[in-house]
């Protein structure tokens, strides 16, 4: 039997470290094959295997630099820095610790949580345009929010301007009563969600009406040239690869384009290929432009957002590749339906 002790503790972080009814505790003991016990302070753990109980330590030490940041510690972060360990990237966990992107309304600070979104937050932080593709879930469209008001308040930019193909995802909702700004609402939703978090509804309503944030259907950006400005084009996986073209070359002087979109999740017509697709593959290795894939170990959603993902791309990966002709067959008979 191996012991190793963690002695210096606060209560407070035991308490979040056990969590309600042991819960949290309990799933570094599984992934480790460990028993973890506290007592005034100190938290001692004991294992067959010296390897295992020096990475539930390890694990532990981590999460404790994550209370000091005031963040609670949940199922998400027990499970990624679980995983950190395991790979033995955990020294890679030091730049999650310090960085403060902005704050929100209620003094929340916003951080990156993973490793990947803080290499992301870096991506934007030292290119013009930026590609944030991956799961649902990974922050890509509110952390580029979060660095769009960051920028904002700096005064580096001195507009922002959001927008996100009008597509719906899978289903026809029709003609949508009232004005433009009521039709375009619900497609732009997520992007008010993040706004008024990180400034107030209030604050957020004030810089629309002066101009200072724009929040705007993408068929609306043709033949504009975006000075001084930082630009989100959200859910780009629905554009097409004339619409890509269009919004790109609308970047102006002293401006940031920042591109998110799930390439799993693409709702265009059958056969229509997406713009972000097509960027992806031409765009490789531009300077000034840099590409970030999130994966599923960026999810910082419920945990199950995690699992169902991982399935989703399990069964996919398991599909046999498309072949070129099969595409080809598959438009001509597309072509033929369309003219009956």
């Not at 012991?3 to 480790?32: R, Y």
């Amino acid at each position: 039997m191996f012991e190793k002790s963690i002695p210096d503790l606060s209560i407070d972080f035991v308490l979040k470290l056990f969590g309600t009814l042991d819960g949290n505790i309990e799933n570094i003991e599984t992934a480790f094959s460990v028993s973890v016990i506290a007592r005034e302070g100190v938290i001692k753990i004991s294992g067959d295997n010296a390897n295992d109980v020096n990475m539930a330590a390890s694990c532990i030490e981590q999460l404790e630099k994550v209370s000091r940041m005031s963040e609670s510690i949940d199922e998400n972060t027990i499970n990624y820095v679980i995983s950190m360990v395991r790979e033995d990237k955990e020294n890679e966990l030091d730049a999650i610790y310090n960085d403060c992107i902005c704050l929100t309304n209620k003094g929340k600070p916003i951080k990156a949580k993973t490793v990947g979104q803080q290499k992301y937050v870096d991506a934007i932080n030292s290119n013009t345009i930026v590609f944030g593709v991956g799961p649902a879930g990974t922050g890509k469209t509110f952390l580029a929010v979060a660095m769009a008001v960051t920028a904002l308040k700096k005064k580096q930019i001195s507009k922002i301007v959001l927008t996100r193909p009008a597509v719906e995802a899978g289903e026809k909702l029709g003609f949508l009563p009232g004005d433009l700004q009521s039709k375009i609402d619900p497609y732009l939703r997520p992007l008010y969600d993040a706004l008024g978090e990180m400034l107030g509804n209030e604050s957020f309503k004030n810089c629309g009406e002066k101009g200072i944030i724009e929040v705007c259907p993408l068929a609306y950006m043709r033949g504009r040239t975006l000075d001084d400005a930082f630009i989100i084009l959200d859910e780009a996986q629905n554009t097409t690869p004339e619409q890509m073209k269009m919004f790109l070359t609308r970047l102006g002087n002293n401006s940031k384009a920042i591109i998110t979109g799930d390439i799993t999740q693409i709702d265009l017509p059958y056969l229509r290929k997406s713009g972000l697709v097509d960027a992806l593959e031409i765009l490789d290795n531009i300077k000034g432009i840099s590409i970030f894939k999130f994966t599923h170990k960026d999810v910082v959603r419920h945990p199950l957002v995690q699992k169902i993902i991982q399935a989703y791309e399990k069964r996919d990966a398991s599909k046999p590749p498309r072949r070129e002709n099969d595409d080809n067959q598959r438009r001509e008979v597309f072509k033929r339906r369309t003219r009956e």
